[in-house]
């Protein structure tokens, strides 16, 4: 039998206004009045798990809300899932709300309500993390709260962030990126040892594929279901993680020791809605990269105040923590799409140096076509100053052909500029130059 629990992740946009309308909610609290030792040493010496530099966005200290950057849900009654007999199978403990700069976090914890066997941990851990129809005439799981009966998209939406069904779309758009389910991260707990291998291999393929059951012609092939169990990590004997496109099994066999399964809950559920962040961000930060109107500097100015604030190389003070901090984002390839971010930046600098190189060639240009054009006026104005500099009167010729001459000089200016805008030849004779160069 398996005690089982997850934890969801929904990356959410929502505005000021929104956050704004959330404080004044009786719901919504700091997320230290739900901890059952809240006082502040006990809180200073969990958050230790994390470098200095994160512990207040993770586990910030502040119990009022606005000081907060990490809220929890409490209301009257949590929902609880619906099994096939119409029984309740598990139930929402706790709704954390993460406040990120763009995509605020939803961070979800669910559980069962009795130790699982196999087959029933794999209908529940598929039906907990459904948000959207899997397919046209299909159906998110039910949800009970309040003698209503709801899909957890709904009671998310609706009633914990109290958001008009016009927006909805708006707000979850993110979670489209990730399929149909929210990214979930199971907790396995086999107090009784490991499982079979068959078992557990079992368990784990329908974990990471979000399904509870597949006819054998349409289950994963011999390939597949060999990388799914070979993209694991494992340190300890009675210790396995295994990811496949952000669905996370974790299982631990025998009882709990060494602050398991505590520390999933407390750090690891951390880790991993952290990564969920940083890939959105990045997937954001690269479209706009690579879209016809960059806007290279804001572009420059935001990522790299997103990469100081939320893309550390390190988030925790214990080498587990980083191993798999280090496993997760390895697995959703964000080191490479951070490099290929950041070579798009260069590329759009190098272009706008050249750009820049450009207009300063084309200024030299006009400025010397100017000049060249007010030539015969100074040479005309030098002529009669000679002539005339002994006794200083100047004949009413000199100030007539003077005023002709910038006359002249302006009507040329003026029909350059024209022509070199209309049949656009600055351009061209800035590439003919800078091809002979």
Known sequence: MINWSCFLVAPLFLTREDRARAQHSQSWKSWVLRLIEPDREALE?????????CRDFFMPRARELKNSSRWTFLPDMLPELVGPE??????????????TDVHPLLLIKVSGNRPFNPDDAKWTATAAASWHPAHPGASPAIWRVGGRELHLRQWILGDVLALPSERWDEVDGRVHWFGQDLPNFNLCHAEGGWPEDQVRDDLVLHFALGMSSWKEEFGPDTTTQQAILAHHLQEWANWRLYEWRNRLTLFLAGAATHGQPRNTETYYSLLFATVCYQRVRLTDFLDQATGPDAGIARLRHSFAAFRRQYLPHRVTTYVMGDRIYDFLRAANHLPEIQKEIEEQIRLADEAERLDLGRQENLTMIVLTTVAAL????????????????SDLTLEPVFW?????AYVLGALLVGGLTVAFGRYRLLPKLSALLLGRN
């Open 45 to 53: 010496e969990a958050s230790r798990f994390f470098l200095p530099g």
């Open 374 to 389: 007010f030539l015969p006026a100074s040479l005309l104005t030098g002529a009669f100053g000679m002539n005339k500099m």
């Open 86 to 99: 119409g029984l309740p199978w598990a139930q929402i403990e706790w709704v954390d709300l993460l406040w």
């Open 400 to 404: 007539w052909g003077l005023l002709a």
